[in-house]
């Protein structure tokens, strides 16, 4: 059974940073795929950011150049730095593991507001 467990999420002011965790309950962690997606309010999901289990990255174009996507192995756990957060940056974050099937977290509320 894999479990992920997103946290990190809050309020922000535009321009601020967070930085998002999710923690895995998986021993195939570290060979698999992580990944961010969020979903604003009445929209769909949208992906965020991407981590390969070695290391290559890939980023919407949304985010590129203000998100950073990491992970530690050892930890089970991937990390996304969110800086020079804008309004429209706003929603629910996901972290999905992705091997042979994808897994979920529930997801972490992030809203970015004056």
């Known amino acids: 059974q894999v479990q992920l467990v997103e946290s990190g999420g809050g309020l922000v002011q535009p321009g601020g940073s967070l930085r998002l965790s999710c923690a895995a309950s998986?021993?195939?962690?570290?060979?698999?795929?992580m990944s961010w997606y969020r979903q604003a309010p009445g929209k769909q999901r949208e992906f965020v950011a991407t981590?390969?289990?070695?290391?290559?990255?890939n980023y919407a174009d949304s985010v590129k150049g203000r998100f950073t996507i990491s992970r530690d192995n050892a930890e089970n756990t991937v990390y996304l730095q969110m800086n020079s957060l804008k309004p429209e940056d706003t929603a629910v974050y996901y972290c999905?593991?992705?091997?042979?099937?994808?897994?979920w977290g529930k997801g972490t509320l992030v809203t970015v507001s004056p």
């Open positions: 999905k593991l992705r091997y042979v099937m994808d897994y």
């Open positions: 998986a021993s195939i962690f570290s060979i698999s795929a």
């Open positions: 981590i390969t289990n070695y290391g290559m990255t």
